[in-house]
């Protein structure tokens, strides 16, 4: 079992910027894929960014550019910088995890086992 939680959250206005964090119950990098899904009310939940099992991140084209995934193996953390935020980038973020071997399906959510609660993200005009 994997367990998550996500930080990071809050509101800003266009431009600014926000860094997400999601600490892991384990160190699962290098064994789970693992991601950043949004939801924005009324919505599907869609993939916003990726780290894969064998280590190559993946962006949605909406967010290429402007945010950036990495991982703290050490501090088990998961992180999504976002930069250059826009309206369109508000939403619930959700913090993922697969213990399936991941490459052109990892956009889809129910490829993941594992969720995080999720984190309130609201970018204003």
């Known amino acids: 079992q994997v367990q998550m939680v996500e930080s990071g959250g809050g509101s800003v206005e266009t431009g600014g910027s926000l860094r997400l964090a999601c600490v892991f119950s384990k160190n699962i990098f290098g064994r789970y894929s693992v991601a950043w899904f949004r939801q924005a009310p009324g919505e599907e939940r869609e993939a916003v960014a990726a780290?894969?099992?064998?280590?190559?991140?993946k962006y949605a084209d909406s967010v290429k550019g402007r945010f950036t995934i990495s991982r703290d193996n050490a501090e088990k953390t998961l992180v999504l910088q976002m930069n250059s935020l826009k309206v369109a980038d508000t939403g619930v973020y959700y913090c993922?995890?697969?213990?399936?071997?991941?490459?052109?399906?990892?956009?889809?959510?129910?490829?993941?086992?594992?969720w995080g609660q999720g984190t309130q993200v609201t970018v204003s005009s």
């Open positions: 993922a995890a697969s213990y399936a071997y991941l490459q052109a399906t990892w956009y889809m959510a129910d490829r993941y086992n594992y």
């Open positions: 780290i894969l099992i064998d280590g190559g991140p």
